[in-house]
């Protein structure tokens, strides 16, 4: 159990962030399952959308440190792979 105030406000700081960034991934995720629909329904147009929406989201958690780089660089090459051979 945290004793110093210093452990205990990194305690409350932290549950705060962890809030966050779940809430964070949740909507990229949401944004990823968009395009994973509409490749499985074939439609083509659609995917391409979702997936245009869905690159900023990606980078967006890039930059608010709740994906690594390589994560979202890897999650983006392969969604557009799937696009393209639609």
């Known amino acids: ?10 305690i409350r700081r932290n549950e705060k962030r962890a809030e966050i960034n779940g809430a964070r991934m949740s909507r990229i995720r949401n ?8 490749i499985e329904g074939g439609d083509k ?3 391409q959308s979702a997936l245009k929406s869905a690159q900023p989201e990606l980078a967006r958690g890039v930059a608010r440190g709740v994906l690594h780089k390589n ?16």
């Open 71 to 86: 994560t979202a660089a890897r999650k983006m090459s392969r969604l557009s792979k799937r696009v393209g051979a639609l």
């Open 45 to 47: 147009d659609g995917a």
């Open 1 to 10: 159990m945290a004793n110093t105030p210093q452990a205990k406000k990194r």
């Open 31 to 38: 944004f990823l399952k968009k395009v994973e629909v509409a």
